[in-house]
């Protein structure tokens, strides 16, 4: 069994930086980050294959986000630079892809933490 729990979501300003963590336990395999605005769908942002650590970003995101993991502390972070009011959302983390490809789809991964909300607002 697979546990995931998010942290560090808060409110920036536009143009500011934040790090988002989950702890988890249990084996992972590959992980990655989501995002959800009430009313959408849940929108995959990075992804980081294991053990290789290659990683893989939305669009909308690249260049600015960065997913990382230690594997020691088994902690997955996710470094946010350059904040935009649309990266306002719940972010989750995910964990073990149950087929290759769809690096980002939500319907590929088994596990999945609570969700920790980033509001950027001036």
């Known amino acids: 069994q697979v546990r995931l729990l998010e942290s560090g979501g808060t409110s920036v300003q536009p143009g500011g930086s934040l790090r988002l963590s989950c702890v988890a336990s249990g084996n992972t395999g590959d992980m990655a980050w989501f995002r959800q605005v009430p009313g959408q769908e849940r929108e995959g942002v990075a992804h980081i294959h294991m053990p290789a650590r290659t990683t893989y970003y939305a669009d909308s995101v690249k260049g600015r986000f960065t997913i990382s993991k230690d594997s020691a502390e088994n902690i997955l972070y996710l470094d946010m630079d350059n904040l935009k009011l649309e990266d306002t959302a719940v972010y989750y983390c995910?964990?073990?892809?149950?087929?290759?490809?769809?690096?980002?789809?939500?319907?590929?991964?088994?596990?999945w933490g609570q969700g920790t909300q980033v509001t950027v607002a001036s």
């Open positions: 995910a964990a073990w892809r149950l087929r290759s490809g769809e690096r980002l789809s939500s319907s590929n991964y088994e596990y």
